[in-house]
């Protein structure tokens, strides 16, 4: 299974966003935004995202909301307060997603998709918990999984 990442604030905008989608013949996307419907998320809000996976060129792309992978809110909101560094975070978020446990069902859950899109609000996965989610599913599904950022 090959698991690409994307997130919303992706330069080039939906037009972009949508085309990375289908030249990567991405089949699902998965949104692991703790908010995903806040007013200025634009052409990705939760409830406009599917309509447009199925309809934009006929793409015919799957859309579920993760909230299990995403951070919690409070993590969230400390990180934009600056309670909370990089190195923080991941620490924390690490010890969030081992908690729920719900990543070691990734396979169950998509393993009928060949390409599956993990889809968060950063533009760049560098300080994104995507990366760390694809990372996460990496090591422990050996051989299983490929990972490929988007952007």
């Not at 991405?26 to 200025?40: E, G």
């Not at 793409?59 to 990180?79: E, G, Q, W």
């Not at 934009?80 to 990089?86: I, L, N, Y």
């Not at 599904?141 to 952007?151: A, N, S, Y």
Request: proline share 3%; net charge negative; aromatic share 12%.
């Amino acid at each position: 299974m090959k698991v690409f990442t994307i997130g919303e604030s992706i330069q080039g905008g939906a037009e972009r966003f949508f085309k990375l989608l289908l030249e990567n013949h991405v089949q699902i996307v998965i949104d692991i935004r703790v908010i995903n419907d806040y007013p200025d998320a634009g052409f990705s809000k939760a409830r406009d995202l599917p309509f447009f996976l199925q309809h934009v060129d006929s793409a015919n792309i799957d859309y579920v909301s993760r909230k299990d992978f995403a951070p919690s809110l409070k993590l969230l909101n400390d990180t934009h307060a600056g309670k909370v560094d990089w190195q923080g975070y991941i620490e924390i978020y690490q010890q969030l997603i081992q908690e729920r446990g719900t990543w070691k069902d990734f396979l169950d859950d998509f393993g009928c998709y060949k390409n599956v899109c993990l889809l968060c609000f950063e533009a760049t996965p560098e300080q994104c918990h995507r990366r760390l989610l694809a990372e996460k599913l990496q090591d422990y599904f050996t051989g299983q999984i490929e990972v490929k950022h988007l952007v």
